[in-house]
């Protein structure tokens, strides 16, 4: 039997391929997963969560949580959120809700790999836009002139997987506002915004009501394996993501709900607790980048946010060169190729990792590089 051609040529993606490669003796800087340690007051808060009730909530998820997370914004938490089962989830509700064939969606290049992939599963035609180093900033002139009447999506990720860059204030009020002219939609990816370094990154929250603004609790909190992400959105575009989402997931987990609720209610823990994320991030990422000259001989700019270096490499077939690390050197980094074909002669870098297997990894990069004569 034939598999559905609207999975021809999806696969395993690239981060995944890297990663099956791995073996207890590896030191894995490849997975976008944070190395937080929950103290007792979050295991606390965990094991009351896991004596609630667990039946299903409501498609969009308890109330009360979609009060607490509409807090401090302009959006109606009884019909303008949706709480899904991790960001993945949201931007595939968002893609099936919104998206047909033929419709195009502009994607950042090099921008996460899974917004190409989703588009195809709809049928949609993927425009790329340029991130250019080494502030990897946006052009909005040059991105306007990719929007079509086809146009229905525009996806923005700030601060952005693979690259650590932060887009500023006024570029993304050019992007909603371009978004009104056009009639389009913009989804702001934000999934990493609680993870800084100099200042609070913006959010396009509010700049327009043709904004879906998606964030979730993977990154800030190190709950990737237990889905808990969330929508915003004016209610009558949220209106068919939540009929979407009821048959992809019914309902987000109701513990992670749960736990993710009593995390708000305790302001005074939640601020220090991210605070103490940012200082951790702040002492892995200048160990990543002191270790990157050191041992790359390459010096890039200070990502801005989430916790990924994407480091230039010698002229190579990147994937072929990280498929090698990984066998030969033992270490895991993932190709700038996977997240699109400007990522071509960089790695993405996670320094989600503890001091010493930073230092280790890279310098295993740099040995190997010296090894096969740059």
């Known amino acids: 039997m034939r598999s559905a051609s609207r999975l021809d040529g999806i ?17 894995n800087l490849g997975i976008g997963e944070p190395n937080l340690r929950p103290d007792e007051t979050f295991r606390a808060m965990a094991r009351r969560a896991a004596e ?7 498609n969009a998820g308890f109330l009360s949580l979609r009060k607490k997370l509409a807090e401090k914004t302009p959006f109606d938490p009884a019909a303008e959120v949706c709480v899904t089962a991790g960001v993945q989830e949201a931007l595939f509700a968002i893609f099936q809700a919104w998206v047909d064939p033929g419709d195009e969606v502009l994607i950042p290049d090099p921008g996460f790999l899974s917004y190409a992939t989703m588009a195809k599963i709809v049928g ?9 180093p080494p502030s990897w900033t946006i052009d909005v002139a040059a991105l ?3 929007i079509t009447k086809k146009t229905k999506v525009i996806i923005v990720n700030s601060p ?4 650590g860059a932060v887009i500023d204030e006024p570029a993304l009020r050019a992007i909603a506002a371009m978004a ?9 990816d934000e999934i990493y915004r609680e993870i800084w370094y100099d200042a609070p990154p913006p959010s396009m929250m509010g700049m327009s009501p043709n904004v879906i603004v998606a964030n979730g609790m993977s990154k800030s909190h190190g709950m990737t394996g237990l889905r808990l992400g969330w929508l915003m959105a004016r209610a009558d575009l949220m209106k068919p993501i939540i009929s979407a989402h009821q048959y992809l997931a019914t309902c987000a987990s109701v513990f992670s709900q749960t736990l993710t609720e009593l ?17 951790q991030f702040t002492r892995q990422r200048e160990a990543a980048l002191a270790a990157i000259e050191r041992d790359l001989g390459a010096r890039i700019e200070p990502p801005a946010g989430a916790f990924y270096a994407f480091a230039p490499v010698p002229s190579c077939d990147t994937v072929t060169f990280t498929k090698t690390l990984a066998t030969d050197a033992a270490v895991l980094i993932i190709p700038g190729v996977a997240f699109g074909k400007n990522g071509e002669g960089f790695v993405r870098i996670s320094f989600a990792a503890n001091l010493d297997q930073i230092g280790t990894g890279i310098e295993r990069v740099g040995r190997w590089l010296a090894g096969a004569g740059r």
Request: charged share 20%; hydrophobic share 45%; aromatic share 10%.
């Open 52 to 58: 609630a009730p667990w039946q299903y909530s409501a």
């Open 124 to 132: 949609a035609k993927t425009i790329p836009y340029d991130l250019e």
């Open 144 to 146: 306007e002139k990719k």
């Open 180 to 188: 009104d002219a056009h009639e389009c939609l913009v989804v702001f």
């Open 11 to 27: 696969g395993l993606s690239l981060i995944r391929q890297i990663n099956a490669l791995a073996t207890p003796l590896s030191v």
């Open 160 to 163: 952005s997987n693979p690259l």
């Open 263 to 279: 995390i708000f209610t305790a302001e005074d823990w939640n601020a220090s607790w991210l605070m103490r994320v940012r200082e």
